[in-house]
């Protein structure tokens, strides 16, 4: 079962719940208008407004990726408009409960709606203008000319006694209301009927090219909007940022959210855009609400601007190569950053960097949704500029030392098997050195703008990165940031207002947080020297926190360099994940571990660890097993290590990595029966059809040896393979071995583990079992589907009428035997005569052939009559 939901099933429940969100705009409008006030109370009608636009966001990111992007695109970007507009109705209304005497900006709470109202008015005119001259989507066209004009009314009801905001909010529930009606009518029929919604053409699919916008789309939205706040400075909208933080707040949840559904959707550098400057918006929001709530003057101190500018700069070089616009808007929240920590909330240098910031997004957000149109003539977007040929060298440069190193296969992202999300432990480290330098405050009592940051980018971040890296099988990594994430979210908070008074809880707290610290340092030994050196400097910080709640004095030197130091060591350690994952392998180093307790750490950085889901992954053990390696490969059961066939020593390797390797003869794996056809008429009639009846399944057929064997190969490596007088064949229902195999031709196949020890039941186990020395590269799938073997079918006197069991694994004999009488049958045979074995003094202990291996015994002894997974 998909993990996510159907798109139109996603489309029609988003329209569903705006079109709810709509109707009580409407009423709460039309009420407005009739009586002069506002039918629900502002903190009430703003929590309502968050709440539904929530949900829409919410059936979007869980909907499968899709074609219609834009469509997606529009729909975040109207949860994200109306959510901004409740954010502000509860601001205002905590402003006048907190504080009675709120005189500080002279601005009503309509007024501090408006930048957003115009960004987001310039944003669906800009879409409005290219779907119509795409000649797409003609209802999506009228719904964007509404919301248009909706916002234009909104603003000029703040200035002027027009009204009619209420008329349009009818109409947009109407219009949302059909869509809901033409998408859920569409998901009812047959796909090949053509939706009410587009009465145009059915256009042919969008290209891949076409379908890797949608972030793009939603990124540089968001920003204009961020951005026009800062615009709105150097005009009489806004007098102060502090008046529409709403904005910023309801930007930054929603880049953040995205962020994570991104994940899901293997969009890898694109996730971490979306994620660091969700933090980052939410963050600067959060700073500004604290400062209001404690009527403190906005400042940003220099840490925070030195955490943010060197976390900005690498991502912005990270991005260039893809995307020098997205490099442009890292370049502004340098400089964003810069001039609130110069000038706090106003400043002209402010005012500039906020208008260079909306301009580039409104240009960046232009050229993405060209892209996504697919129009003929598209706005540039400057990818050309990677290319020139100061960054070629520079590309050529860092794989000439990758070539050098000793390690030239990246693991970051293969030997951990899958999950729903991707990999993300460089946005970890990220979020850890801007917690951790955000943190050095000079000591100023009360002040709480360290709060936001720490707990924004040290708390949120690092939790979410902390659940991914446990979700991906990484126990260690996901210890460590969790762990952290618990720290700075207690300490954040606290720092600021918190006097050391000696107190016995606070100082248990902290000593459990040393022991933690202490364990994960012990733990690091065996993972790099990079995670032993930030594990160490994370404890000293933990300490430091100690000796802070024991009042003891001249800690502060001590302070400042353990955290700058550990600064250093995470911006290096996300560093090397961002290169290592941009060259695809490791340029720079984390070192080896300290102590090697297994393969696995001393020899697996060496291997080559190739992607199970990925076709270049499969091509290249493919292209190994043509050279004449081995590797270790997922199954339909378990994992298994094979050879190609046509590779006489790579099979003899193979076989000989087992102990005690006589008594373990291998298989055969094969992707189609076009591969044996030759050996049609030997193997007789009733054999085929059993073979086409079984094939592909978790079922291996022992039948008899011939010379129709000769054809696969082997050479002198075929006394390795089966016996005497008898071979074991399979099909495996794998589609991407079956791929595998199709193009390497048939495999002989042995178990990925010693003999006498347990099946391999995931890819990590294969080197750890085995060694590098006895396996050249591993395809990486993850836990095994099963936790258990095949079942074995002797077929030696099938054209007897008779089959028996060598062993009863996933498949139960029944059902074997259903399959055979069906063949029996097709062949007019009129009695059916099976034996549990063709040999009597073979038997089977019952009480352990469901779902798993039998005990063979033949004469008192271990029968290994089969071995293969």
């Known amino acids: ?125 800009l879409l409005l203008i290219i779907n119509v001259a795409s000649k797409s989507n003609r209802s999506l066209s009228v719904l964007l000319l509404v919301l248009s004009t909706l916002l234009v009314f909104r603003i000029l009801e703040t200035y002027t006694n027009i009204q009619g905001s209420h008329v349009l909010f009818i109409l947009l529930c109407l219009i949302s209301v059909f869509m809901f009606v033409s998408f859920a009518n569409f998901h009812s029929v047959s796909s090949n009927i053509i939706s009410p919604v587009d009465k145009t053409k059915v256009r042919p699919p969008q290209s891949k090219v076409a379908q890797s916008y949608l972030e793009h789309v939603v990124y540089f939205g968001l920003n204009v909007v961020a951005y026009s706040v800062f615009a709105s400075l150097s005009t009489t909208v806004l007098v102060d940022v502090s008046c529409s933080i709403a904005w910023l707040l309801s930007v930054g949840i929603v880049l953040l959210t995205s962020g994570i559904s991104f994940l899901r959707r293997d969009s890898y550098f694109f996730q971490n855009n979306l994620i660091i400057s969700g933090s980052f918006w939410v963050s600067v929001s959060a700073n500004f609400v604290l400062t209001e709530l404690f009527n403190e003057t906005f400042t940003l101190k220099v840490p925070v601007t030195v955490a943010i500018s060197l976390a900005s700069t690498i991502l912005c070089l990270n ?189 248990i707290g902290c000593v459990s947080f040393l022991f933690i610290s202490l364990v994960l340092t012990s733990l690091s030994l065996t993972v790099n020297k990079a995670s032993v050196f930030q594990t160490s400097l994370f404890a000293l910080i933990v300490l430091n926190f100690l000796l802070h709640n024991l009042d003891i004095s001249g800690t502060r030197i001590f302070e400042l360099v353990v955290i700058i130091a550990y600064t250093l060591v995470c911006f290096y350690i996300c560093l090397s994940k961002y290169l290592s994952i941009s060259f695809e392998t490791d340029v720079l180093t984390l070192g080896k571990p300290i102590l090697q307790i297994s393969y696995l750490h001393t020899e697996g950085s060496k291997a080559l660890w190739a992607e199970c889901r990925r076709a270049t992954g499969v091509n290249a053990i493919a292209n190994l097993l043509k050279e004449g390696k081995i590797c270790g490969i997922p199954s339909d059961t378990v994992y298994v290590l094979v050879a190609a066939c046509n590779k006489p020593e790579a099979v003899k390797r193979a076989y000989h990595t087992k102990k005690q390797a006589d008594d373990r003869p291998m298989s055969i794996w094969i992707s189609d029966t076009k591969q044996i056809e030759s050996a049609k008429e030997q193997l007789g009639s009733i054999l085929w059809d059993f073979m086409h009846e079984v094939w592909p399944s978790n079922i291996s057929l022992v039948v008899p040896r011939g010379e129709w064997t000769d054809l696969f190969g082997l050479g002198d490596a075929a006394q390795h393979v089966g016996r005497k007088d008898s071979i074991a064949v399979r099909m495996p229902n794998n ?135």
Request: neutral net charge; proline residues 4%; contains cysteine.
């Open 319 to 507: 991005n260039f190569k893809r995307s020098p616009l997205i490099s442009l808007t890292y370049v502004c929240i340098i400089l964003i950053t810069i001039a609130l920590a110069a000038g706090g909330s106003k400043g002209v240098f402010l005012e500039v960097i906020g208008w260079i910031g909306f301009i580039a997004s409104v240009y960046g957000f232009a050229a993405y949704v060209c892209q996504c149109y697919q129009l003929t003539y598209r706005i540039p977007t400057f990818e050309f500029l990677s290319k020139l040929a100061c960054f070629k060298r520079t590309n050529e440069l860092c794989c000439k030392i990758c070539l050098k190193r000793e390690n030239n296969s990246s693991t970051h992202n293969k030997m951990f098997g899958y999950s729903k999300y991707l990999e993300a432990e460089d946005l970890g480290f990220a979020a850890s050195a801007i917690a951790a330098l955000s943190s050095a405050w000079p000591e100023s009592g009360s002040d709480v703008h360290s709060v936001s940051w720490v707990v924004g980018f040290g708390g949120i971040v690092l939790f979410l990165v902390g659940f991914i890296s446990f979700s991906r099988g990484k126990t260690f990594e996901s210890c460590v940031f969790i762990t952290c994430a618990l720290f700075w979210s207690i300490w954040g908070p606290l720092r600021p207002f918190y006097s050391p008074t000696g107190t016995f809880s606070t100082n």
């Open 1 to 125: 079962m998909p993990a996510q939901i159907q798109f139109k099933t996603a489309l029609s429940s988003s329209f569903l719940v705006q079109s709810v969100l709509f109707v009580l705009l409407s009423v709460n409008s039309t009420y407005s208008v009739a009586s002069g006030t506002d039918l629900f109370p502002a903190f009430t009608f703003g929590t309502l407004l968050v709440a539904a636009s929530v949900a829409i966001l919410l059936t979007e990111f869980t909907a499968q990726q899709n074609k219609k992007q834009v469509t997606s695109a529009i729909i975040i970007l109207i949860s994200t408009l109306w959510m901004g507009v409740g954010l502000n109705d509860i601001w205002y209304d905590v402003l006048e409960v907190t504080r009675d005497n709120y005189t500080d900006v002279d601005i009503s709470e309509s007024e501090a709606l408006v930048p957003g109202y115009a960004s987001f008015c310039i944003i669906f005119i």
């Open 735 to 869: 589609s991407i071995v079956c791929y595998l195999i199709s193009q390497t031709g048939p495999i002989a196949v042995t178990s990925a583990n010693p003999t006498g020890e347990a099946d391999t039941t995931h890819h990590l186990q294969v080197i750890a079992k085995l060694g590098l020395k006895n396996c050249d590269g591993i395809l990486c799938d993850g836990p095994s589907p099963e936790n258990a073997a095949s079942t074995v079918v002797d077929c030696r006197n099938i054209n007897e009428r008779k089959i028996g069991f060598f062993r009863i694994g996933l498949t139960p004999k029944s059902k074997v035997q259903e399959i055979f009488q069906r063949v029996l049958e097709r062949h007019q045979v009129s009695k059916f005569q099976s034996s549990d074995f063709s040999d009597p003094s073979i038997q089977v202990d019952a009480r352990k052939t469901i779902g798993g291996k039998s005990p063979l015994t033949q004469n008192g002894k271990v029968n290994p009559a089969f071995d293969e997974d």
